[in-house]
């Protein structure tokens, strides 16, 4: 590819991320190519250079969505409001997770795959598993949201953060991060990620907990559904 086709093919589509907005995940790594063109091209502006799999994987996106997408599905309400139908609020511990919206709940234990998935140096990332914990409810519960404005509540701040900018320089937590943009562009939805403190995450917090008993759940939740939804499953990482 050569450097000037690069930059005008991501110009396009910064433009076309002003209406399908959860497209910007996918720019990133495109972007990220085309700064290092830059840096070692020169004034050789058409001179070739390979496209990377990450590339390619980021423009095959979006050729299959704008070949899927009918001109339509991304229209947003006007403006944000704060309702316990349009809020979405998750949690994950050591055990498992837990997502509520409205009156609708579900949760689940960690299988050995996705800790696997989580584990560091040292230790498990909590980011990595707050951030599955929420993208997995969006994939549960996203066909509802159409055309609506969907705020997140997470209590952990660098997962807040790294969806703030939907850019992480953690692989499995961007390819998390790509994953939620493909549900919200599919779906049609529009999504913040707001941060709240630990303490006031009742219910979700509760729904991570081995320990957890619906008799609990409803002392806090008086009108949650008898019993839980069934959470869509992720794909693999790599698909992602």
């Known amino acids: 590819?050569?450097?000037?086709?690069?930059?005008?093919?991501?110009?396009?589509?910064n433009f076309a991320v002003r209406v399908v907005r959860p497209g910007r995940a996918y720019l990133r790594r495109l972007i990220a190519r085309i700064t290092e063109l830059s840096a070692t091209s020169g004034s050789a502006r058409w001179?070739?250079?390979?496209v990377t799999p990450s590339m390619r994987l980021d423009i095959r996106w979006w050729r299959q969505f704008m070949a899927q997408w009918n001109g339509v599905?991304?229209?947003?309400q006007r403006e944000w409001t704060d309702a316990p139908s349009i809020e979405l609020h998750t949690d994950a511990s050591g055990w498992g997770y837990g997502?509520?919206?409205?009156?609708?709940?579900?949760?689940g234990q960690w299988t050995p795959e996705q800790r696997s998935l989580a584990m560091r140096a040292e230790c498990e990332s909590m980011p990595f598993l707050e951030l599955h914990a929420l993208v997995q409810a969006a994939a549960t519960w996203g066909r509802a949201w159409r055309g609506q404005k969907i705020t997140f509540h997470c209590d952990c701040a660098s997962m807040v953060s790294a969806c703030a900018s939907m850019s992480s320089p953690e692989p499995?937590?961007?390819a998390l991060l790509r994953h939620l943009s493909t549900v919200a562009?599919?779906?049609g939805f529009d999504f913040r990620v707001r941060h709240i403190?630990?303490?006031?995450?009742?219910?979700?917090?509760?729904l991570s907990r081995p320990d957890f008993s619906v008799q609990r759940l409803l002392a806090v939740l008086p009108n949650a559904h008898p019993r839980p939804y069934k959470p869509v499953p992720l794909p693999p990482l790599a698909d992602m």
């Open 1 to 13: 590819m050569h450097a000037e086709a690069a930059q005008s093919l991501v110009g396009k589509l």
């Open 47 to 50: 001179s070739q250079h390979a």
């Open 73 to 76: 599905g991304l229209l947003y």
């Open 99 to 107: 997502a509520v919206h409205g009156r609708c709940w579900y949760r």
């Open 172 to 174: 499995s937590v961007q």
């Open 185 to 187: 562009a599919l779906h």
């Open 197 to 206: 403190a630990g303490v006031t995450n009742v219910v979700a917090d509760l």
